[in-house]
């Protein structure tokens, strides 16, 4: 399973972002994603998720009405689209999913993260 963020950088205060992740190793279309983020001394918290096929859709209360979370099960991305970013955002953003395999076994997978800054 890999996990790959992409979409990072710094924004002024105000600005837009698109985070996207691209996932490997597993049947993407059955799994649903989520996007974390862990800001310096904080600890990692939930910031959206999506179901399997897209349908439902949850965010964090701090991120409602300004991100969107949305996926291509063609193209096995999640993408996390940040809109009137605060300074507050600032945080390396993850993108996770959690496997239930046939023998069994379940795990949580991560991807390495990519640093969102929001400054002036």
């Known amino acids: 399973v890999q996990l790959v963020e992409s979409g990072g950088g710094l924004v002024q205060p105000g600005g837009s972002l698109t985070l996207s992740c691209a996932a490997s190793?597993?049947?993407?279309?059955?799994?649903?994603m989520n996007w974390y983020r862990q800001a310096p001394g904080k600890e990692r918290e939930l910031v959206a998720g999506i179901s399997s096929a897209g349908g439902s859709t949850n965010y964090a209360d701090s991120v409602k009405g300004r991100f969107t979370i949305s996926r291509d099960n063609a193209k096995n991305t999640v993408y996390l689209q940040m809109n009137s970013l605060k300074p507050e955002d600032t945080a390396v953003y993850y993108c996770?999913?959690?496997?239930?395999?046939?023998?069994?076994?379940?795990?949580?997978?991560w991807g390495q993260g990519t640093q969102v800054t929001v400054s002036s």
């Open positions: 996770k999913t959690h496997i239930r395999w046939a023998n069994g076994r379940e795990y949580d997978y």
């Open positions: 190793g597993f049947t993407f279309i059955r799994y649903a």
